[in-house]
């Protein structure tokens, strides 16, 4: 796979778009392998930053950085992009057959079973969770992609008898044409408007993990899900909590119980789970159509399931200060996200929302505010400005804000005892922090503090 994959690039004018964490590691695997290529790595200003020090000891490798970055790709035989450039408004017609990644790569020459998770939310848990159902069933596996490592970190590794799984974001599919043999599609909902010229393109974009299968794949989709209209095979896997029975093979939540094709599988108690909330039972219906198709042993898998702890910033319990409870709810960065959190916790006294305006409808989440338990709305900047004004004539008591520190001040004076404080911004960080993660720590920092 790897010899593959470097006698594609040899020979050829390489671009790397992008310089972040993938870029750099792609930049790193071309370099194992092909010493005096020449590479351009082309990326805006905030991701220069070892540049230097990569020109002091590469004299084949060049930067073009900042304003215009973007410009005369159509000099490149291949560019490799890293997911978070967006070309939205900017007309690709010359160079379109020429972007490629470290993801469609992979999949192009890759002999073992991949199985890929893509939906607007629920990616990292679902995709750890299968991780760790296929590591507790001693499978050799890998978990890769968007959670963080980079494929090229561990490509040398990967074997044909090893499990690789993949968290996919809309952007890394976007313009890719290959697809895993097991594609998995959570849910799709309003978001990243910011990088897409609408939502139809963006629905587009998590399409296409279907759209390149090939026909012996097996597609896991959300049965629920009105934003996903693809024509399914019947031997493809819905997932529905409504009852929605497309295919032949359907997961389905009936009060507190799974069934898998009519035939009871698993009985959920949520007093005796870490994960909460009907969105976290409908990421576990998914793991349990996985262990099914690949033949695992039930038992274990739900073992598994039970003992999961949430991911960092997803409903994350940070910590119990003078008798209220603090959760970190950092990813939530959509309406729908946050009012299922407010649903799984139940007991939420106040909440803090507020981020980037990327153009997403917030009215059913100022609705369902209106008529929610919850006494106390932190607004902070921007979108939490429009919350503030929908929530002008409710009964609640509603603060504008301006940093997290003073949030989480206003939190320690507002809420209840026994009763929670949340943050759950249903909006994007940029502009505000460097991301999500970031955000979630700085709240943790000021509860604890």
Do not use: W
């Not at 805006?44 to 073009?64: A, H, M, Q, Y």
Request: with cysteine; proline share 2%.
């Amino acid at each position: 796979m790897v010899d593959e994959i470097i006698e594609k690039l040899k020979g050829k004018k390489i671009a790397i778009l992008g310089f972040g964490v993938e870029g750099k590691s792609t930049y790193n695997f071309i370099r194992r392998y092909l010493e005096n290529t020449e590479i351009t790595v082309l990326c805006s200003e905030e991701d220069e930053t070892e540049k230097n020090d990569i020109l002091k000891k590469d004299e084949f490798v060049k930067f073009v950085i900042g304003k215009g970055y973007l410009d005369n790709l159509d000099n490149y035989d291949i560019i490799l992009k890293a997911p978070g450039v967006s070309f939205k408004n900017i007309d690709i017609s010359k160079f379109e057959n020429k972007i490629t990644s470290q993801l469609e790569l992979f999949l192009e020459y890759k002999k073992c079973l991949t199985i890929g998770i893509t939906g607007t939310k629920g990616k990292s848990t679902t995709s750890t969770l299968i991780y760790d159902v296929l590591k507790e069933q001693e499978k050799d596996c890998y978990l890769l992609g968007n959670i963080g490592t980079p494929i090229f970190d561990k490509i040398e590794k990967i074997k044909p008898s090893s499990v690789v799984v993949l968290e996919i974001s809309s952007h890394a599919l976007q313009y890719i044409k290959k697809s895993t043999e097991i594609a998995i599609l959570l849910n799709i909902y309003e978001e990243h408007l910011d990088h897409y010229k609408d939502f139809n393109e963006y629905i587009k974009a998590k399409l296409n993990i279907l759209k390149y299968q090939e026909e012996n794949g097996i597609v896991i989709f959300n049965s629920d899900n009105d934003n996903i209209r693809y024509k399914y095979k019947q031997s493809d896997y819905g997932i529905t909590i409504l009852g929605n029975k497309l295919t032949e093979n359907t997961i389905e939540l009936r009060q507190n119980e799974i069934y898998y094709n009519g035939v009871k599988i698993a009985i959920i108690n949520e007093e005796e789970m870490n994960l909460k909330g009907k969105h976290n039972i409908n990421n576990i219906m998914f793991v349990l159509a996985v262990s099914k198709i690949m033949n695992l042993d039930d038992i274990k898998t739900l073992e598994t399931i039970k003992n999961f702890r949430p991911l960092e910033h997803r409903l994350e319990y940070v910590g119990t200060v003078n008798g209220v409870l603090y959760y970190n709810d950092s990813i939530a960065t959509i309406p729908e996200a946050t009012i299922c959190s407010i649903k799984a916790l139940k007991n939420v006294n106040t909440l803090i929302v507020g981020g980037k305006d990327r153009g997403v409808n917030l009215q059913n989440l100022i609705e369902f505010l209106k008529n929610s338990e919850i006494s106390n709305v932190i607004c902070m900047p921007t979108t939490g400005e429009y919350i503030a004004e929908g929530l002008k004539n409710s009964r609640k008591n509603v603060v504008k804000v301006s940093t997290m520190e003073e949030a989480v001040n206003k939190a320690k004076e507002f809420t209840e005892k026994e009763k929670i404080c949340l943050l759950s911004p249903a909006a994007a960080s940029y502009g505000f922090f460097k991301n999500f993660k970031e955000r979630g720590e700085i709240f943790k920092r000021n509860v604890l503090k």
